[in-house]
Every structure is written in C-alpha cells, then in structure tokens.
C-alpha cells in the first residue's frame, strides 16, 4: 500500500503547485478607463495622418502606450456614461439593459422635459445583481467573475453603475474587494482639493456630486486624477504583497467637465497658444495622461510589465454641445468625427482605445476592425483564462464578443456583425443626432433612426468618417435592410421606445416607417 | 398564435413577481459576535439557577433577547479567536483548517517560545479563498453564499479571518459589500475615542492594533462599541433602502482586552459596590449588551423584527489567566466553568449563545444540546433559504451541521456526534488545559490529551460541569474509546501536532499512549 500512498501524495502535491504556477502566471489587468474623452483628445492619431486637436493635446504616456501595443481605431461604446459603463460591466447592450440615459437618484429619471414625447419607462435605478429593485437590469458581472477566478479587484474611481440608494451604487457589490472614491455619480463637484472635492469646511457634501473617500487629500492641493492615482499604486503595492494576480479598475472622473485647470500643466499649455479654456482642458487631460505613465512605471518598476495586460478606454465621445467649456464651433470638438457626447454621430461613439497585452499584441499594431462597448466582458475574462465555455455568467446571457481573435489574427468577430444603439431619451443638451434615437454599424454601413421625426441617415462610414454624405436617398436598399435588422434587434433585445403623448402610442420602429 | 405568447408572459411576470416576493420574504439576519465574553459574563443564567456572576453583570438587552427566543446552553467555539473565526466563516473544524492560533503578521507565528517543543507549521496566515499563499487555508465563505443569494452583507467591527498582507484580511474578501473597521487585527489598541482608537494626533497609527475606519469619531468621546454600533445602524438604513434581505455581521471589538471603562456604565458598577477591575469590567460587558438593545430597537422600530433572524455568540471563553484584568483566582471568572480563554476546559470554549428566528423559536426557550462554532456556516445558509443539497459550497468541504433542526425540534443533530479541538500551540499564558492538546467531546463525555505531557483527563460534563472529578483512572474503557475516535479524527482532518526538540520527532496522537 505504501508506494500508492507515496504516488498519490506526489500527485496532490504537484497538482497544488500546478494550480500556484497557474494562479501566479495569470496576468494582472488595468482597465484605464476614461470619463468623456473624445478620439481625439490625445497626441495620439487614431486616424492615418494627425489631426490638428493630435497636435493641440500632449499625452505622451498614451504615445508609450499605443508605440507597444495595438490601437483600435473603431472603437465604440453609448453616447452617454450610464449605459456604457452597464454594459461594460454586463456584457449586455444598452438596448437590453434598458439603461439608455445617465442615472442618479432613486426612482427618478435625468431625462429632460419634452412637450410631445413620453419618455419610455426605461431602468433608471442603473443595474443591480439581484431583483427586487424596480427599474433595474438584474446581470453578471465581469469583475466577480474575475474575483470568484482568484483575482485581487480594485476599483479606483467612478463607478456609476447603480442609482443612489440602490445596491448596486456599491462597487463591492460587482465584485471589486477595494473601492477607492466609486460611488452613484457620474460627474463630480470639483477636481479641486482646495474645495474637497465637493464638501464645504466641515466635510458636509455641498453638491450631489461630491466625491466620497478622498478626506486625507482635502486641502492639500492634489488635483483628484494625481489624488485617485496614488491610491491606485497604494493598492497595487497592497495586491503585490497578496501574491494574487489583479485587476485594476482606474475610472477617471477626468475628463469630465467642470474643466477645472490641472495646475501641473496649465500653464504650459497656455504658453503653448492655447486659449484659458482650451489650455484647461488639455491640461485635465494631461493630467490624466500622467496618471497612465505613472502605472506604466509602476509596472515596469515592480518587474510586472511582462505579465500586465493595459486596456486604455474612454465611454463616450467628448462634449462638443452647450458651448460652455470648449472654443470652436460647436459640435467640432471630436473633429474629424461629426457631433460629440450624446450623440450617435461617430463623435459621440467612437473612441480612443489601446490594448497592450505582452505576448500577444505587437508593437505599434493597429486594428481597424469596429468593437463595441459589451464586448469588454468576454474579452477580458478570456484575457484572464477563464474557460468561456465554462463560464455561465452566473445563469445570465451576455450580448459581447470577445475580441481577442482580432488580437491575436485568428478571426474577425466584426464582420457581417451588428453593432446596436438605443436612445430613446431626451439628454438636455440638443446636437446632431442626440436624443430619441437609435442606430446601426453593419460592415461600412450606419444608419441613424429618430423615433420623433421619422428621420433617417445613412452613411458609409469607412469612406465618409465624418458623414457628411447622407446615402438615405440614393441607397434605399440599404437603408430597407438596416431599418428591418435594426427593428428586428431592438424587438428581440426587449428595446424602449419613446411614444407619442397626443395618442399614448409607442411611436414607430425603424423599420414600420419609411 | 396569440394566446399562447400572452400566456407566456404571464407566467413570465408570475415568475418575476414571485421571485420578488420570495427575496422580499427571506429572513434579515444578525450575527451579534463579541470577543472573549465568557459563559457567564451576563445577567442571562445559562444554568438553571443564576450564579454570582449573572448577578454581577447587568445584560438587559440579552434579557430581553433570550426572553423572545432560545438560549443554547452547550454553545462551543474554539479556545481563542482566529480558530473560532475561521471556522465560522468556512463551516470548516479547526483540526482542518489548521488555523489553530491567533494570527497577525504575515509569515510570521504568535506562538510563544518553547524550549522542548517544536510548534508545528499551522496556517499563521489564516484563511483565504484563493490559493497562492503559504501557510493558509483556502475555504469557501457562507458570506459570499448570503451575497451571491441576493443578500446584502455588512461587516461591523472585527474581522481577524487573514494576516496582514493577506486578501484574507479584507472583509470583502469575504463577500461582504460593506466593511466598517475590520481588518487583521484580533484585538484593538483602546476603546476610547480620546486615543482615537490607536492614533497619535496626526492620525498616525500607534500600535499594530489601532482600528481604521472611524475617523469620525476621534476625539467625540464615543466609546468604539458605541461608534461600531451607530456604524451599523446607519448601515442598516441603507440596506433598507434597498429593499434586499440583508446580512450584518455585528462583530464587536468588545470585551477584548485592555479593559477600559466605558463611562456610560462604570460609575454605576462602582456605586453598586464592585471593584475598579470588576467595574471596568461590567461597563465593557454593558455597553456591548446596549449595542444589542440598540439593534433589538431598530429592527422594532423598522418593523423587521417578524422578519429578522438574530443570533448571539461569543468567540471563546473569558479571559482567566495572567490575573492582571480580573478580580478573583485566576481561571475562576467563568465559574462554574473552569479556567478560561485559551483552555480546552470548559470556561475557554462554552459561550454564550442565543438565537431569535421569529416563527421558529418559541419565546424563553432552552436547547441544551452541544453545537459548535462550525455549525453556524450551514445554519444561517439554511435559514437563509439557500438549499443545502443544491450549494456545493464553490467545490469545499465543509463539517459543520446545521443546528436549525434543534431549532425546529426535528432532530438532535448532536446525538452522538463528536466535536473536535485541536491546539499544538503555545498561546502564552498558562492555565489549565491552555497549549499543545486536544479534546473530544461525545454526548456526556470529554476527554483532553496533553501532546506534551501524554496526560488525559476524562470528565462528565452532564454531571460536573466543573470539571472537577477527572474519571480517567476509573473509566479506562472511555478513554480508550475517545482517544480512538479523537486521533482518527485529527488525523482524518490532517491535523497538525507539535514534535519534540530533542528528538524532532511528532509528539504521539492520543491513540498512540495509554
């Protein structure tokens, strides 16, 4: 008996130490992810030749980035946070999530008010894990996936998942075991520590959109992007110590507005030419650049570059309507791209996104097949060696695809597929193709679909990135065939429609119109 | 076609609705810890006629809690805190999780030196759910099982489940979506808010036991079992908010060493005639008893108490040994029981316990049938309404039983059952029956086994709870039985036992000496 005994010892013993080799090689994740930042806020050129805003701004840690990974040139994700950062962490489109507008408080909606249309009753208590809360997307998540696998999960930033009062404003709730300043909002008071991040003197919260959790840098002139970025190496010099691998989430209230000046670089930026308001936000989004340099160093530093996979991502296009924050006509901040934030233009939806994952992308790559905002969620926990096939997200469907194959040159998960957008809302600042609307990407091909108007566009999107050349008139055809597959996708997914109020009627689907 | 698909959604909604309603009907659950509260450190008699002590101490609200539900007469947990906490939260014995000392830094032991003995290589990094991490078990979480059902899940106080720079240490490791103030920490610096609870005036830690996360209330004069409370009850308020059945874990700091006084009660413990010790004591005692009135309040108050399972356990027996916080001979303070925190004799691991399960227990009830620390994991999983034949506990073992059978009067689950302690330890005050043994207990019987010394005391506890007429000479039968079944079992679980020095060779199981 003796030597099976011995044998089986051996074998249990070198089963452990396989599943240590395995945890330990696994790779440590950041998601960098980005508030607002449209295509072209960066020095980086997503298109084939730079743009004058690549010339404007200076994010030389992207530059570093992009120079040892893969940029993707048709990266997609909503037009506004909320939907977004649910799909995201759900895997599911916006169109079945039915969290098509930004969300804040419990039970009530952000929409603006509008004479003739009713709003759909869409979820704006955001998502939750579990039912029992109206309004609300009960899905995975990505993260508890990564948690339950043997990953270490931190969340540095904004959340923004859950409305107040919800359960899922909590980033513990999605599966993150460390939350540094996540929380319901989806814009803060201030960048400014001289103004606590949105509390007056005594620490009381003197805005909805204060930013929780920051104290120890009150008063001590740390703009919040350096202040959320030291807590991310905090933490990462914790996870270190842990011996597990990790995810960093580094959601950035950067770079959403108000555009306070990043005093580190403003003036530079001034010196530069640059006008107060420009200067400012190129110096916001400086900031956030630093922030991304200074996690490549921590990488490098702490011998982890090898095994750390680096997603840069921004959620939606950057502000190019109201007028307020930005010089320029409006609508042309996102230039080439037509519109901004808000907006099914590719200017609203289109954004900057660089994927470094050693071994597997090559330096200076570039992919100009189109993802989407979904597909984050398999991508990732494929990334991170969780068997898909394995895997049932937790009895829940997922509408992502992973893209890895366009990694790794073994597929294209893009062609013939489908991209989706629903937005039957109203977001409070009017623009091209903003509000009460929907949209298709198939191939070359998007046509935009106003619910209130009846109205149709039809661009061919590799030959005209800036759709000026509306196809609705001379492609019949096409427009036939995206109206009846985006109908056909929006009824399956479940989708919201607005309606009209004179009749109390939903008004009509892309394809019961002409 | 028509009919059937509006039968479809009809059972879909009847699906969702009663979903709903099942989540809305499961229990709220209280988990009310405290540390190192011996057996009769209350004015709840766990004997049939009150004691001294009973006397003494002055616990209304645990009163009023057993007068509503049932009093557990033969609760045990392990003879110190990290075993019991490991055991709690796993379901898993100390024998097997091997945790079997307090645990603090990482990779380094708390035992204290012995010339003879060499301490076996236990688990001093406590428990984990990942692997990856030397001398560690890697167990599951009933924790995790409540949040992953759809409870939400709050952790107030001590945690003490991993060491520091361990993922273990992190209460949401656990599956907790709120933590206030727990950490590696087994005991804590101070209870006044005067030393903000282990901080110099610039907020710097003094002592590895200082409490993080009570910023608050430094210098407000609360009392930490007062602000741990307030804590909760806040807590408790969100969790109503959000409509889901909740978890808190209610784990207090109290009545850990050092013995401060808490100022609310001292002066009347002084005035009725007890000692400045015994005072100290008595407001340690209260204040943790005025936590539970407080929460018995809220649930009231909130119309939850129909609804609310709460449960009352401590983590071992009273401190008896070292004599410097106590009146009396040493290893008398949990008279009848004798010694204390640390032994395996009765007054360190039989604790007071109590459970409220409104329409389960019937009021002023009394269960005097033994249960075990371990046993609280399946418990509360099936008083949660989590099916036990269909958790598999993420792929983990667990030994515990559920006791909800006693609760119920549908079985004795503890008819001839064996509870099982293992200590190879050297904890650091001596005792009786404190360092390197074992014990069994089995119906009346209990048998412990010094490793070192070979002695083996054999007791009745149904007839003398004391433990005072050791019947090993005179039933040699018994105590060949027992030492069978406790050196099988240890050695089933993969106990660990000290070796010694001189030798290097292990110590002898309790089946291997007469």
Sequence with gaps: ??????????????????????????????????????????????????????????????????????????????????????SLFTGVNAARHGVTNWTLLRDQTTDEPCDSIIIPDWNYNGIQ?????NNTFVGPSFVQELKDSGYHTIHVGKAHLGAFDTPGENPHHWGFEVNVAGSAIGGLATYLSERRYGHDEDGNPTSRFAVEGLEKYWNTGTFITEALTQEAI?????????GQPWFLYMAHYAVHVPID???????????????????????????MDKSLGDLLDWVEKNGEADNTIIIF???????????????????????????????????????????????HTTPAARCDNYVMIEDFYPTITQMAGIDPDKSTHYGHRIDGRSFVPLIDGTGDPSADRPLIWNFPNVWGLPG?????????????????????????????????ISEKNDLSA????????????????????????????????????PDETR
Aim: charged letters at 20%; proline letters at 7%; hydrophobic letters at 35%.
């Design 1 to 86: 008996m003796k030597p099976i005994a011995l044998t089986m010892t051996i074998a249990a013993t070198s089963l452990a130490a396989n599943m240590h080799a395995a945890q330990q090689q696994r790779p440590n994740i950041i998601l960098f992810m980005v508030d607002d930042m449209g295509w072209q806020d960066t020095s980086v050129p997503f298109t084939d030749t730079p743009t004058p805003y690549n010339r404007m701004f200076q994010t030389p840690a992207m530059e570093r980035l992009a120079a040892s990974g893969m940029k993707f040139t048709q990266a997609y994700a909503c037009a506004i946070s909320s939907p977004s950062r649910c």
């Design 129 to 133: 894990r579990v039912p029992g809360i």
């Design 234 to 242: 905090s933490e990462l010099d914790r996870a270190k110590r842990y």
């Design 261 to 287: 000046r990043d005093t580190r670089f403003y003036q530079k930026h001034l010196d530069r030419g640059l006008s107060p308001r420009e200067a400012a936000y190129a110096s916001l989004v400086e900031g």
């Design 313 to 359: 991502m921004s959620d939606n296009g950057g502000l190019a309507a109201g007028g307020q924050w930005r010089d320029g006509d409006l609508h042309t901040q996102n230039s080439p791209l037509y519109s901004g934030k808000g907006s099914l233009h590719e200017g609203g939806i289109r954004v900057p996104m660089i994927v470094r994952w050693p071994g």
């Design 432 to 464: 091209p193709a903003i509000d009460l609307n929907c949209a298709i990407r198939k191939n070359q091909w998007k046509l935009i679909y106003n619910y209130a108007t009846g109205r149709k566009q039809l661009y061919d999107i590799n030959a005209d």
């Design 474 to 509: 001379s492609r019949p055809d096409i427009v036939r065939t995206l109206s009846a597959e985006l109908g056909d996708s929006l009824r399956s997914a479940g989708a919201m429609r607005p309606l009209l109020k004179r009749t109390g009627k939903p008004l009509p689907w």
